[in-house]
């Protein structure tokens, strides 16, 4: 396995700047980061788990040799792939989280390997607000098991957080990871009353009692925002304590809302990933981050990006960039060179896989210095 010394040389020998937890970039030309998506599953059927996200060992079999193949020839420079999906199984072996049943591979620190001999950094990827498993083994900290927000930041979740963080820092080599969803219960979740578990978080953050009819406006804000950067904080030391070196980006649509907006904790992260289409989210975000924080913008996941107009313009050229797609049945999306092959005018259409199969092609021709179209 590479050692980081060797890696670091490597970078260098291809005319990377590699300053490991500082928000530079490896290679020049910016960040092209890539993952390709195990969090979700839309099935054609029925439904074969108790929610969207993808049933455990779906896609066990995934070949990480392939994967950073596809990855390589995309053009992307950052892969970010999975330590732990909101299924709540991790994609390493023998670590604090089970892995996702019968998986082939110890894949995320196999990913780390070949990216490195790729020249590539590795990321991986936790959930803060969603876990299946965790909801599952923890009935009483938890508003069920939906496809959505159901955690609230307890004591006892923040410990098994910053305990499945720490542990795959700690053993599978990663370079960093992005923490996603660091967002309250969803609304509609407390609407039949808050869980016992929130109360008392409640209580403990505020220092006042829980109201009998639900906390007024500007306490629930309060709480909800104390309760993000507590997560943060833990996020943030967990994966410090282990390795100061390791980037902490963070995944958001919408730095303007309430909860997060002004907040001083967003001054400590690494990158931050603006998931909207919406330029107007990542202007605010990156108003509101600090100076040493890299922006990404997402251009494929949504139905709303579109790739081409977004690298047609040249306002935008110089900006980090993202994207995300669900895979196919292999466990990886169509070959790279069918997306190089067709372009993005390959791909019409607005529904199913068309979107993000269109916006895909445009990336892997940019990511590749070819014309977009």
């Given at each position: 396995?590479?050692?980081?010394?060797?890696?670091?040389?490597?970078?260098?020998?291809?005319?990377?700047?590699?300053?490991?937890g500082k928000?530079?970039?490896?290679?020049?030309?910016?960040?092209?980061?890539?993952?390709?998506?195990?969090?979700?599953?839309?099935?054609?059927?029925?439904?074969?788990?108790?929610?969207?996200?993808?049933?455990?060992?779906?896609?066990?079999?995934?070949?990480?040799?392939?994967?950073?193949?596809?990855?390589?020839?995309?053009?992307?420079?950052?892969?970010?792939t999975?330590?732990?999906?909101?299924?709540?199984?991790?994609?390493?072996?023998?670590?604090?989280?089970?892995?996702?049943?019968?998986?082939?591979?110890?894949?995320l620190?196999?990913?780390?390997?070949?990216?490195h001999?790729?020249?590539?950094?590795?990321?991986?990827?936790?959930?803060?607000?969603?876990?299946?498993?965790?909801?599952?083994?923890?009935?009483?900290?938890?508003?069920?098991t939906?496809?959505?927000?159901?955690?609230?930041?307890?004591?006892?979740?923040?410990?098994?957080?910053?305990?499945?963080?720490?542990?795959?820092?700690?053993?599978?080599?990663?370079?960093?990871?992005?923490?996603?969803?660091?967002?309250?219960?969803?609304p509609?979740?407390?609407?039949?009353?808050?869980?016992?578990?929130?109360?008392?978080?409640?209580?403990?953050?505020?220092?006042?009692?829980?109201?009998?009819?639900?906390?007024?406006?500007?306490?629930?804000?309060?709480y909800?925002?104390?309760?993000?950067?507590?997560?943060?904080?833990?996020?943030?030391?967990?994966?410090?304590?282990?390795?100061?070196?390791c980037?902490?980006?963070?995944?958001?649509?919408?730095?303007?809302?309430?909860?997060?907006?002004?907040?001083?904790?967003?001054?400590?992260?690494?990158?931050?990933?603006?998931?909207?289409?919406?330029?107007?989210?990542?202007?605010?975000?990156?108003?509101?981050?600090?100076?040493?924080?890299?922006?990404?913008?997402?251009?494929?996941?949504?139905?709303?990006?579109?790739?081409?107009?977004?690298?047609?313009?040249?306002?935008?050229?110089?900006?980090?960039?993202?994207?995300?797609?669900?895979?196919?049945?292999?466990?990886?999306?169509?070959?790279v060179?069918?997306?190089?092959?067709?372009?993005?005018?390959?791909?019409?259409?607005?529904?199913?896989?068309?979107?993000?199969?269109?916006?895909?092609?445009?990336?892997?021709r940019?990511?590749?210095?070819?014309?977009?179209?």
């Open positions: 396995m590479n050692t980081r010394r060797s890696f670091l040389m490597t970078a260098s020998a291809l005319g990377a700047t590699a300053l490991w928000p530079q970039l490896p290679p020049p030309g910016g960040i092209k980061a890539f993952c390709i998506d195990f969090n979700w599953h839309h099935e054609d059927g029925p439904k074969t788990w108790i929610n969207a996200f993808a049933r455990p060992g779906l896609w066990a079999d995934a070949n990480p040799e392939q994967h950073v193949e596809w990855y390589h020839a995309l053009g992307a420079n950052v892969i970010q999975f330590a732990v999906s909101c299924n709540g199984y991790a994609w390493y072996k023998g670590g604090a989280v089970p892995p996702q049943p019968g998986l082939k591979y110890d894949f620190p196999e990913m780390v390997r070949l990216g001999k790729r020249g590539m950094l590795v990321t991986g990827y936790f959930c803060a607000g969603a876990n299946t498993k965790f909801a599952q083994d923890h009935p009483s900290l938890s508003y069920g939906p496809g959505n927000l159901h955690i609230p930041f307890t004591d006892e979740y923040l410990a098994y957080l910053s305990r499945s963080i720490a542990d795959a820092v700690r053993r599978t080599g990663l370079d960093g990871f992005m923490i996603d969803w660091i967002w309250n219960p969803a509609e979740l407390r609407k039949q009353g808050w869980i016992e578990a929130e109360k008392k978080l409640y209580m403990q953050l505020t220092g006042k009692p829980f109201p009998s009819a639900g906390p007024a406006a500007s306490d629930l804000l309060e909800e925002r104390k309760a993000i950067e507590r997560c943060w904080r833990a996020v943030r030391k967990a994966a410090k304590d282990e390795r100061k070196d980037i902490l980006w963070l995944s958001c649509n919408n730095l303007t809302a309430p909860t997060v907006n002004g907040a001083d904790w967003l001054k400590d992260v690494d990158w931050v990933m603006n998931e909207s289409p919406d330029r107007a989210f990542f202007n605010a975000a990156r108003q509101a981050v600090g100076p040493q924080t890299r922006m990404l913008q997402c251009l494929v996941g949504w139905v709303q990006h579109d790739a081409a107009t977004y690298l047609s313009d040249r306002t935008t050229q110089g900006i980090d960039l993202y994207g995300f797609a669900e895979p196919r049945a292999n466990s990886l999306p169509l070959g060179e069918e997306y190089l092959k067709r372009g993005p005018q390959g791909f019409p259409g607005a529904t199913g896989t068309a979107p993000n199969d269109r916006n895909i092609a445009t990336l892997a940019f990511y590749n210095g070819r014309p977009l179209l």
